[in-house]
């Protein structure tokens, strides 16, 4: 995961774009770094994912407001929590003048994804071929 939020510029540069999109870029200092914020990143998207799964369950168990204003609230809190992590963190990167376009974010999206599909399939011209003996 981490999906529309890196780029990497022409000179090797590693950018991190916290608000996707939506705002400024930050040098990442060392590939070591780079690494560390992919994977912090990913531990997010699973844990806001998991808490979200959590509290539509609970909601639909021990509440009569519904899952979906349970689920709005969890998302809301849990992008809270993301926020003043980023702000924590954001002091201590360099400002980029580069910037991310929706674009970059879709294609960083669908290659974090991989998807699956009968576009992924192997062309049977070039798979290995097996043969059945009877």
Do not use: C
């Amino acid at each position: 995961m981490g999906w529309g939020y890196f780029k990497t510029t022409q000179d090797g540069s590693k950018l991190f774009f916290p608000w996707a999109a939506r705002g400024a870029g930050y040098v990442i200092a060392s590939e070591q770094d780079y690494q560390r914020l992919r994977q912090q990143i990913k531990l997010y998207n699973r844990v806001h994912l998991a808490i979200l799964v959590a509290v539509a369950i609970a909601a639909e168990f021990f509440t009569k407001i519904g899952p979906a204003v349970i689920i709005i609230i969890g998302g809301f809190l849990s992008e809270k929590v993301y926020t003043a992590w980023v702000r924590r963190l954001l002091p201590r990167l360099r400002l980029s003048d580069e910037k991310l376009s929706h674009r970059e974010v879709w294609a960083g999206t669908l290659k974090a994804l991989k998807p699956i599909g009968p576009w992924t399939v192997p062309d049977p011209s070039v798979a290995s071929s097996r043969t059945v003996s009877d």
